[in-house]
């Protein structure tokens, strides 16, 4: 069959086209498109494309890149579903990702006074059409309480909110009993309403307290609602609250005082300063060092430092006293009256009386600053109710208020451990920063590692694989140990925390030195001091020697596997093969390879082939002489 001369140029082309270039038909972009509007493109061209909505490439771009080479187009240009960070509402979320793909989970737990139906906490997957379930939290509250009739309850609403106060009083003269505030938390009221008496009883003095002592014994008999505060000794943390309270006739809960472990490392050096008495480290929780400034210097700031929980406090500063700066006196005439002067001089005290509250005020002037500030704007602040009874934490059972600012430790109760802070802080006469106290959860049978066994670092002992798979309660630490010639690589100790073991160690191979092998030779050849470990090497033996074995070996943990042996090839002694006879004189060994010839005596004729040969150390072959038929 015969075509146009047209159509076989066209023919020519494409075939050409193909092979030089690459067409947007060759390839299908799935969930994508390309980016720009060539048709062909040649080789080594680099082009764009783009994913659609809610779709991204591997690494969670919108966009990539793909090249024309000689195969084809390189590489597969993809684009996978994937999902943004959603908008919570009432709700964060508990990741740090910009984008999420098909079937990730994602953590979320919404805000404080907010609960989903399953809690505080929940999660959510992305799926083709988005985040799915979508969470909700709602607002959480607290139930209208019962009241007594003599407590007459401050605001009265019919719906109160996390965080919302309600004040008490007692009617006809009464007591209160009790504290004078409560707050709506997630938990519900705490602490718990008052009561009102007609008459109180009074308390004796204040109770011991292990590791610490009261301040101010002296009076014998305190009245209901008097205070008690308590300090810890050195070396002791107070956990709970500081003050008690005479609540009739009986004192609310006494703190606690906790051993801090944790010391305090060299005293810091101070510029232009001294220790006044030093004392030989370590330093415990609680202990302080004074220092002093050399002369010419002053000193800025407390005189002492404190070992707090591990750390010291902050150190002073010791300026020289020629550089040390003035204060300027700053507020108006329509705030306060005029003072003789405006600028004072380090360590200089002033006395001024703000016009709207008369109330006189006293500051000192510090290297610049004056402390206190000076300011005549009154800032109201609110006490807090007492403290909260936080569930399944120990008893912080109170009636005391406490002012802005003030902060309180809460210690959980045995099997439980506190999830986000450890203190909870009064501002705006309102407890912020409410932490829970979550059941500790228990570990699984801890997993074993390559080359690893595990030990029992409470009791040193090997764990067998025969034992039942047992629990292992919140804090438990077990050790790794390494096999003979391995070691472990960075901590050794796993912790359970909520259920999870902590990152597990690796143990290494440890290096293998060069081997001892004289009639061996690397390939290639390689000179080092260490070979590392899973490292192998390729053997050669040397002339006149053949390898038995496999001609490489490997570095197993500080020893090489079983090396191959190097044979001598050459063959030694004839064999003999009964009627033939070798020809040429005989020698003490022959190289491999080398042949040797038979020949028959008379009357025999030789049956095949007529020679031996030398391979690595025997010989092949078999001369065979057999006899003539002789005729007379």
């Known amino acids: 069959m015969r075509f146009p001369g047209e159509i076989v140029w066209l023919i020519l082309w494409t075939v050409c086209v193909a092979k030089e270039r690459c067409l947007k038909s060759d390839i299908t972009i799935e969930n994508g498109f390309f980016s720009e509007y060539e048709f062909a493109y040649p080789l080594n061209k680099e082009t764009q494309y783009q994913c659609k909505p809610g779709y991204v490439t591997p690494d969670g771009k919108t966009s990539g890149s793909i090249t024309c080479l000689q195969s084809g187009w390189s590489p597969q240009p ?26 990730d989970k994602l953590d979320y737990e ?117 205070l008690a505060e308590y300090v810890c000794n050195t070396r002791f943390l107070m956990k709970g609250f500081n003050k008690i309270q005479c609540v009739d006739g009986q004192w609310t809960d006494l703190p606690m005082c906790i051993e801090v472990e944790s010391t305090c490392g060299d005293i810091p050096e101070l510029h232009y300063g001294s220790v006044v008495e030093s004392s030989v480290p370590p330093y415990h929780h609680g202990d302080s060092v004074e220092f002093n400034c050399t002369e010419e ?33 700053s507020l108006t005439r329509k705030e306060t009256n005029p003072l003789s002067k405006i600028v004072f001089d380090h360590n200089e005290k002033i006395s001024y009386k703000c016009r709207r509250t008369m109330k006189q005020k006293h500051s000192t002037c510090i290297n610049g600053r004056w402390d206190p500030e000076l300011n005549c704007t009154e800032v109201q602040t609110q006490s807090c109710p007492p403290p909260p009874q936080i569930p399944n934490a120990q008893n912080m059972a109170t009636t005391v208020n406490y002012q802005d600012g003030e ?18 802080v009064c501002k705006d006469g309102r407890w912020q920063s409410i932490p829970r106290c979550v059941e500790k959860l228990a570990c699984p049978q801890p997993p074993r590692i390559e080359h690893g066994t595990i030990k029992s670092s409470e009791f040193s002992e090997e764990i067998e694989e025969t034992l039942k798979p047992k629990l292992y309660p919140h804090g438990s630490k077990l050790n790794y140990t390494c096999e003979d010639g391995f070691r472990i690589s960075e901590k050794d100790e796993i912790t359970c925390q909520m259920g999870k ?20 030779r690397s390939i290639p050849p390689r000179k080092s001091d ?48 009964g009627n033939a ?7 003490e060994s022959y190289k491999s390879e080398e042949k040797v010839t038979y020949k028959c005596p008379k009357y025999y004729e030789m049956d095949g082939p007529n020679f031996v040969q030398c391979i690595k150390s025997q010989w092949i072959g078999k001369p065979t002489c057999k006899g003539t038929s002789i005729k007379f």
Request: with cysteine.
């Open 78 to 103: 993809t684009c996978i579903k994937s999902c943004d960070v959603p908008v919570l509402e009432n709700a964060r979320i508990k990741s740090h990702g910009t984008w999420f793909k098909l079937n």
């Open 110 to 226: 919404c805000h404080d006074g907010f609960e989903s139906r399953d809690g505080r906490t929940g999660s959510i997957v992305c799926d083709n059409d988005g985040w799915s379930p979508k969470p909700i939290c709602y607002e959480i509250e607290c139930q209208v309480p019962q009241i007594e009739k003599y407590l007459v309850p401050e605001p009265r609403k019919h719906k109160y909110r996390v965080g919302d106060l309600l004040k008490f009083s007692c009617r006809q003269r009464l007591k209160r009993v009790g504290p004078d505030s409560v707050q709506c938390y997630h938990f519900g009221w705490s602490p718990s309403l008052p009561t009102c008496k007609e008459q109180t009883k009074r308390c004796s003095p204040p109770p011991q307290l292990l590791n610490g002592e009261v301040k101010e014994t002296d009076k014998e008999i305190y009245e209901h609602n008097d």
């Open 297 to 329: 210097f002053t000193m800025i700031g407390h005189k002492s430092i404190t070992c707090i929980s591990g750390m010291w406090t902050p150190l002073p500063q010791c300026i020289a006293t020629d550089k040390l700066e003035k204060c300027k006196y």
């Open 407 to 424: 902060k309180v430790s809460v210690v959980c109760q045995d099997n439980y451990i506190l999830q986000d802070a450890e203190e909870i």
């Open 501 to 520: 073991w902590s990152s597990l160690p690796r143990c290494v191979g440890l290096p293998c030195a060069p081997p001892e092998y004289v009639v061996l």
């Open 530 to 577: 260490t070979y590392q470990y899973g490292e192998e090497i390729v053997y050669e033996c040397v002339e006149g020697f053949w390898i038995n074995g496999s001609a490489s070996i490997k570095c197993l943990g500080g020893k090489w596997s079983h090396p191959p042996k190097c044979i001598k090839t050459d063959c030694f002694g004839l064999p003999d093969f």
């Open 581 to 587: 006879i070798p020809i040429g004189p005989m020698k």
